[in-house]
Structures are given as structure tokens and as C-alpha cells.
């Protein structure tokens, strides 16, 4: 009888144990997920270029002046900033009249806050561009390791005539 009495105590105290183990999992569980998660500081705003799209059918040898301005609305300095270009087959750029080889990296240095810089080069499509092909140049501003488009240019490459087939 006694061994009956102590297993029944022994079965309550398990059960009692189960129930408050029960009711603790889901909260131990769930604990973490009611924290307020790690919060970052956001990073200052970046300057977002405004994209200017050109399109121009253009002869080979004909020039095309490109005039990129970048402003900086930032309210601190842009520094290490460089235009770049890609480097295309069938194009070649000239800055003042002199043909630019590769890599087409134009360092412009730092551009203070508020301030501008003009950046002007010459695009020609040479003897052997393809006819009826459009070559799409992107300019890009790269500016303390990022790097955005600030033009894009397609120039195309005119088609020549077709005879006429007479009847």
C-alpha cells in the first residue's frame, strides 16, 4: 500500500512537473521573437543620378559631343570620383580632338557639396562600326567606391539603302 501511495505521488509530481515544463516551452520559445531585433542606423542619403537617355543615328567618322553634369546634393564632399566609359567595338571617344585609348577612367577628384562638374567628351563611330547596329554607351559617375549610370547614349549605326527591285 505504501508503494501504491508513493508511486501515485511520485505520477502527481511528474504530471504537475509535465504541465508547468508545457506551459514554460512557449515562452522560452517566443521569448526571443518579442525582442526588439538589432536596429541599424540607415546611411546617409546617396546622390541618385537622373538617368538622361540620348538616341542618335549617326554616319561613321561623324562626331556626337557628349556633356555629362554631375551635381552633388549631398551635404557633404564626393570624393575619389571618376567618369567612366565602357570600352565598345565600333566606338571610339576623343577628349579635346585626341583619341583616348583604354581604360576609359577620367579622374575628376573630389566635388563639394552643392558644387558641379562639367564633363564633355566626343563619341565617333569608326570605319568599322556594322550598319543597322545600335551601340549603347553608358557613362558612368563612380564616387568613393559606388559606382551609378549618369547617361546612357545609343547611337546607330544607319542602314544602307536597298536597291529597288523592278517588276
Same mark, same amino acid.
Given at each position: 500500500?505504501?508503494?501504491?501511495?508513493?508511486?501515485?505521488?511520485?505520477?502527481?509530481?511528474?504530471?504537475?512537473?509535465?504541465?508547468?515544463?508545457?506551459?514554460?516551452?512557449?515562452?522560452?520559445?517566443?521569448?526571443?521573437?518579442?525582442?526588439?531585433?538589432?536596429?541599424? #542606423?540607415?546611411? /546617409? *542619403?546617396?546622390?541618385? $543620378? =537622373?538617368?538622361?537617355? %540620348?538616341?542618335?543615328?549617326?554616319?561613321p567618322? !561623324?562626331?556626337?559631343t557628349?556633356?555629362?553634369?554631375?551635381?552633388?546634393?549631398?551635404?557633404?564632399?564626393?570624393?575619389?570620383?571618376?567618369?567612366?566609359?565602357?570600352?565598345?567595338?565600333?566606338?571610339?571617344?576623343?577628349?579635346?580632338?585626341? #583619341?583616348?585609348? /583604354? *581604360?576609359?577612367?577620367? $579622374? =575628376?577628384?573630389?566635388? %563639394?557639396?552643392?558644387?558641379?562638374?562639367?564633363? !564633355?567628351?566626343?563619341?565617333?563611330?569608326?570605319?568599322?562600326?556594322?550598319?543597322?547596329?545600335?551601340?549603347?554607351?553608358?557613362?558612368?559617375?563612380?564616387?568613393?567606391?559606388e559606382?551609378?549610370?549618369?547617361?546612357?547614349?545609343?547611337?546607330?549605326?544607319?542602314? /544602307?539603302?536597298?536597291?529597288?527591285?523592278?517588276?
Amino acid at each position: 500500500m505504501r508503494e501504491e501511495r508513493g508511486r501515485r505521488i511520485y505520477l502527481w509530481a511528474l504530471a504537475v512537473l509535465g504541465l508547468l515544463l508545457l506551459g514554460i516551452i512557449p515562452v522560452v520559445w517566443a521569448g526571443p521573437l518579442g525582442q526588439p531585433g538589432r536596429q541599424t #542606423v540607415p546611411p /546617409p *542619403p546617396t546622390a541618385t $543620378p =537622373i538617368i538622361v537617355v %540620348e538616341e542618335q543615328i549617326v554616319e561613321p567618322g !561623324e562626331p556626337v559631343t557628349i556633356t555629362i553634369r554631375v551635381r552633388n546634393p549631398r551635404g557633404n564632399p564626393m570624393q575619389d570620383c571618376v567618369i567612366r566609359l565602357d570600352e565598345i567595338v565600333g566606338v571610339e571617344y576623343l577628349i579635346d580632338g585626341e #583619341v583616348v585609348i /583604354p *581604360p576609359y577612367v577620367f $579622374p =575628376i577628384g573630389t566635388i %563639394e557639396a552643392g558644387a558641379e562638374f562639367v564633363f !564633355e567628351v566626343t563619341v565617333v563611330l569608326t570605319d568599322d562600326a556594322q550598319p543597322c547596329t545600335e551601340y549603347i554607351i553608358y557613362i558612368y559617375l563612380e564616387c568613393e567606391g559606388e559606382s551609378s549610370v549618369v547617361r546612357q547614349v545609343t547611337l546607330t549605326a544607319p542602314c /544602307p539603302a536597298l536597291p529597288e527591285v523592278g517588276e
